[in-house]
């Protein structure tokens, strides 16, 4: 896995990227309410503005981590946004995207990193 400075993970599956925030981000937000998420099919540049996350604190937006395509969304966080405080690392991933440069991922922090980053 990889990590972003925004506290986004990314994990390769092959050609396909699965990406969601990481429970830091998860406990900072508090109680997730609400999950706006992005189109099937659309396509995307870095650092675009493509998820809406609303908690009891705040709002706050995702950015895409990589240029290419949505080419999945998880539908289960629109009736179930408190998944992303249960298990923001697992099931409550946002969106899984085609990248149009592979190569982008690796620009990102290991987990190692990460962690050093939070602490």
């Known amino acids: ?3 972003t400075e925004e506290h986004e993970w990314l994990r390769s599956e ?3 990227v699965v990406v969601g925030i990481t ?3 998860s406990t900072q937000l508090g109680d997730v309410v609400f999950v706006e998420l992005p189109e099937e099919g659309a396509t995307v540049s870095k650092d ?3 998820v809406v996350i609303e908690s009891v604190k705040a709002a706050s937006d995702i950015l895409a981590p990589l240029d290419g395509e949505i080419i ?3 539908e289960a966080l629109s009736d179930e946004p408190s998944k992303v405080n249960e298990d923001p690392m697992g099931e409550a991933w ?3 995207m085609k990248p149009s440069d592979p ?6 922090m290991t987990e190692d990193e990460y962690n050093k980053l939070i602490s």
Do not use: L, P, T
């Open 103 to 108: 190569s982008q991922v690796e620009e990102y």
């Open 72 to 74: 999945e969304i998880n």
């Open 23 to 25: 429970e830091h981000a």
């Open 1 to 3: 896995m990889k990590f």
């Open 48 to 50: 675009d503005e493509i």
């Open 94 to 96: 946002f969106f899984k």
């Open 14 to 16: 092959g050609d396909i």
